[in-house]
């Protein structure tokens, strides 16, 4: 047993805190992390300069952590929301891994809301399968970002992560019994109940090329209605970019909305 695995933040404010828990001994299993090296907090960027926040081992697997916005270019328009930007620097990342061996899981992480009419604030999604929707594809010419790969938008892009290891995950029946009582408590609109959310089938909706966040209100309804008109019944994550590093790659997948 053992491979691979990468963990891919979106934003730096979404990588700093996730390399700190790594770093935490408290946050330490029977396992225990073995860092090579760490970029904490994130490191000034310099172009050119491909490398991931922390790598290291743990139980006999490789662990690479890497943050988007650490490789975009900041002077794109959009700057760290460009989606045709964040698609560049993916393309480097992947590259850049597949140099050193074969990779054996890919984790989107990353912030993200909930398309139900509860708060779900404080808990954990996670799933592994994806879906992509451009608000734009009628009017190219609306946003400054053009990220349309053929065959990745507006359809279900599965993973080959297998629905029986989230058996594993169920709230309660985690390799970790108290992951719940982990969680925090937003002090913004919290859950009922901060707890895990696996689900094998649950669906991440990723809204693409949007750069203005003051579209979202327009484009995020936009997508989910999207999605369900094309029979995607379970959508438990809605986000920018799950769905961006879904589509770079083809090895098993999954993501993990906050």
Not at 24 to 50: I, T
Not at 206 to 228: F, G, K
């Amino acid at each position: 047993m053992g491979g691979k695995v990468l963990i891919i933040a979106n934003k730096q404010f979404e990588a700093d805190p996730l390399v700190g828990v790594f770093m935490s001994p408290a946050a330490q299993s029977s396992a225990p992390l073995k860092v090579d090296h760490v970029y904490w907090p994130h490191p000034a960027p310099s172009a050119g300069d491909v490398r991931p926040r922390l790598t290291g081992a743990v139980g006999g697997w490789d662990l690479a952590i890497w943050c988007i916005e650490d490789l975009m270019d900041p002077t794109v328009a959009g700057q760290s929301s460009n989606t045709f930007e964040k698609a560049r620097v993916l393309a480097q990342l992947f590259a850049s891994e597949r140099q050193d061996g074969e990779i054996s899981l890919v984790i989107a992480f990353g912030t993200a809301a909930t398309p139900q009419g509860q708060s779900y604030n404080g808990c954990v999604r996670i799933g592994r399968n994806v879906y992509n929707h451009d608000p734009y594809a009628r009017d190219p010419s609306a946003s400054a970002s053009a990220w349309r790969p053929a065959g990745a938008i507006d359809r279900l892009l599965t993973s080959s992560f297998p629905a029986e290891a989230f058996q594993a995950l169920q709230p309660y029946c985690s390799p970790l019994p108290d992951i719940n009582v982990r969680l925090l408590r937003p002090s913004g609109a919290p859950a009922h109940d901060i707890r895990l959310l696996p689900s094998a089938d649950g669906v991440a909706v990723s809204s693409v090329n949007v750069i203005d966040h003051r579209q979202y209100p327009t484009t995020d309804p936009e997508a989910l209605e999207a999605a369900t008109r094309n029979g995607v019944s379970t959508i438990a994550s809605l986000e920018s970019t799950h769905g961006v590093i879904r589509a770079a790659s083809d090895a098993p997948f999954l993501y993990v909305s906050g």
